[in-house]
């Protein structure tokens, strides 16, 4: 399994920014997916997370009624809206995937596949 993000950038704060991912390879082993932030000096952590099957997505609290998780079953994309940016959320944003059970979404450890990282900057 491969997966490609995009949409990183530069924004200002309250801006909006859609990050995308895109799953190639044996994408049907695959159960949840999963963006994962970090910031410079920080350790990895999750922010949103959802199943291929449809389970409703899981957000950290921190972006909660800001980010919006999607899965684009047609062509398996994953996708992140970001809304309403604040400079805190400035980090590099890897999507992850794996054949992990719905137990602890937001966990890295649980997922075996990761992508290269977008980064996102808000000022």
């Known amino acids: 399994v491969q997966l490609v993000e995009s949409g990183g950038g530069s924004v200002q704060a309250g801006g909006s920014l859609r990050l995308s991912c895109a799953a190639t390879?044996?994408?049907?082993?695959?159960?949840?997916m999963g963006w994962f932030r970090q910031a410079q000096g920080q350790e990895r952590e999750g922010a949103a997370a959802?199943?291929?099957?449809?389970?409703?997505?899981l957000y950290a609290d921190s972006v909660k009624d800001r980010f919006t998780i999607s899965l684009d079953r047609a062509d398996g994309t994953l996708h992140l809206q970001m809304n309403s940016l604040k400079p805190e959320v400035t980090a590099w944003y890897y999507c992850?995937?794996?054949?992990?059970?719905?137990?602890?979404?937001?966990?890295?450890?649980?997922?075996?596949?990761w992508g290269q990282g977008t980064q996102v900057t808000v000022s």
């Open positions: 992850a995937s794996g054949s992990n059970r719905w137990w602890q979404p937001l966990r890295p450890s649980e997922y075996s596949y």
């Open positions: 390879g044996k994408t049907n082993v695959l159960n949840c």
């Open positions: 959802i199943t291929r099957g449809g389970a409703a997505p």
